[in-house]
């Protein structure tokens, strides 16, 4: 991979959790691998005070001390530290001043990132602090801002956000990151489908029953109760991660791969998505809440007994929908997303369930169901691809076993799986949006998902079900894949099974 520019990564929130446990380890690692420019530097900008040395002693706790001495201190020496009210304009101009002094002092020409690591409520405050000393553009260099999720909380927010960003960053400087798309197997997905012929003519309502997504975690709310009661699974994963895994899965082929040609194809998808009117929410969409249970003759509180949450609370913490793409391609075919928190395994993945032979040739009355064909793809963990089918059982007759074939990336024994965060900050050091959500197509995810949350803000009557924390959700989900099933996944790609060990 070619390196990027000569600039400086200007970090707000540095003395958060983001920057300590992904940002800064995700830049040693491309450090490691000779990715950063030779003239790079970090500013990390809060409000708690720090000197350069304070700022680079907290950041070394979370590398590795096995890393190499020399490399280390030349990586630290890139790091500055400037302590700013970044809600208030009239400290900016410390920050502009500082930014193009150490740009001097290093030879680093006039190219800024910021990134906003940082509470969504300084999301629109930032961009136009930073306008006000003319931090946003430049005929000189290049200047990009990332935006952690969320994107709004609702369609309003979301456009109100994006028309607030547009008023000082142009939309080809704004790079929206969702670190699902920095994962090396969602990027598979698009190789795996355009770079084989034996996929794409198969993939169409034609060879294809339905696709499943599944995001599922093992851990509760933990100590973020208070943030996530104003979440939900709808917000914290449905609206975002998994529509754009839809739109990965679903897309058109791209002209070319570049970022504008992807991005179109998935917008492409969202617009096709079949609306769910707020009538019909109900028999679509089904959501639960994690109960008290014992998991491994433990007791597991129930999500109204987390701190931080209402002990009234409807917000779901288990989600599944079913819903229709009405294009050429997917005409008729379902498509299944279900996401949860206390699930007995930490688990994404992919399945493409493939229509069954039309006649059942091998079968016999002593027979189980015919299993269709599945091809699986693993997004976390045991990152890699599954292809189950049906084989001969040694011995007499013609008896019918499915069996697998898979690829795992731990199998490439001299190959590292990059974090997210490594392939999307240095995708936005090179100017790729690529695996960037781009303003119209949140817009568009936000306006798909508003009428199923406004129903069950109106319509109190829809209930939430509850599911014993370490089991697979509410059994009434079965009934949105009558004819079918849903998979159960384990850690291991290659296994599946209702049971799987947490």
């Not at 400290?91 to 740009?103: Q, S, W």
């Not at 999720?149 to 607030?164: H, I, M, Q, V, Y």
């Not at 997210?420 to 959500?437: I, K, N, V, W």
Request: aromatic letters at 10%; a negative charge; one cysteine or more.
């Amino acid at each position: 991979m070619k390196q990027a520019e000569s600039h400086i990564l200007v970090i707000f929130g540095a003395s958060g959790d983001l920057t300590k446990r992904k940002l800064i380890p995700a830049l040693m690692e491309l450090e490691k691998q000779d990715l950063l420019p030779d003239d790079f530097a970090v500013l990390g900008v809060s409000r708690t005070e720090l000197s350069d040395d304070d700022f680079r002693e907290r950041m070394m706790e979370f590398l590795s001390e096995k890393d190499d001495e020399k490399l280390l201190k030349k990586f630290l020496n890139r790091l500055h530290y400037q302590a700013i009210s970044t809600g208030e304009s009239y400290d900016y101009p410390v920050l502009r001043d500082r930014l193009f002094t150490i740009a001097k002092e290093k030879g680093i020409p006039e190219n800024f990132i910021f990134y906003l690591s940082t509470p969504p409520s300084l999301y629109e405050i930032i961009p136009q602090n930073l306008a006000s000393v003319e931090l946003n553009s430049s005929a000189d260099g290049f200047r990009r801002l990332i935006v952690e999720k969320p994107f709004g909380t609702d369609l309003e927010s979301a456009k109100e956000l994006n028309k607030n960003l547009l008023n000082y960053f142009a939309e080809d400087q704004i790079y929206r990151i969702d670190h699902y798309l920095g994962k090396e197997s969602v990027q598979n997905l698009l190789v795996t489908r355009f770079s084989n012929g034996i996929f794409e003519p198969i993939w169409n309502h034609n060879f294809i029953h339905h696709v499943e997504i599944t995001s599922a975690e093992s851990l509760g709310v933990e100590n973020r109760g208070g943030y996530y009661d104003h979440s939900g699974a709808m917000r914290d994963m449905v609206q975002n991660h998994l529509l754009q895994l839809v739109g990965m899965v679903a897309m058109e082929p791209p002209v070319v791969v570049e970022a504008d040609a992807i991005r179109n194809e998935v917008l492409k998808v969202f617009q096709s998505l079949r609306p769910i009117k707020e009538d019909e929410v109900e028999k679509h969409v089904i959501r639960g809440q994690y109960i008290e249970s014992h998991v491994k003759g433990k007791l597991v509180k129930g999500y109204r007994q987390e701190e931080g949450v209402d002990p009234e609370s409807r917000t779901e913490t288990f989600m599944a929908m079913k819903f229709f793409i009405d294009n050429w391609r997917w005409a008729g075919v379902p498509f299944y997303i279900r996401t949860g928190k206390k699930l007995p395994t930490r688990v994404t993945e992919v399945v493409i369930h493939f229509k069954k032979t039309p006649h059942h040739l091998f079968g016999s009355e002593h027979d189980s169901e015919q299993q269709a064909n599945q091809l699986v793809i693993r997004i976390q963990p045991d990152e890699g691809i599954l292809l189950k089918f049906g084989m001969k059982v040694p011995g007499a007759g013609f008896r019918v076993q499915t069996v697998n074939m898979d690829f795992h990336y731990d199998d490439l024994a001299d190959v590292r799986l990059p974090s997210a965060y490594e392939r999307l900050l240095l995708d936005c050091m090179q100017g790729d949006a690529t695996l960037y959500s781009r303003g119209d197509a949140v817009e568009k995810a936000w306006e798909y998902v508003q009428p199923i949350m406004n129903a069950w803000e109106n319509n109190k009557d829809i209930p939430v079900y509850g599911y014993p924390a370490g089991t697979w959700g509410p059994d009434v989900a079965d009934q949105l894949v009558k004819g079918s099933q849903w998979r159960y996944p384990c850690k291991n790609l290659s296994n599946d099974g209702t049971y799987c060990e947490l």
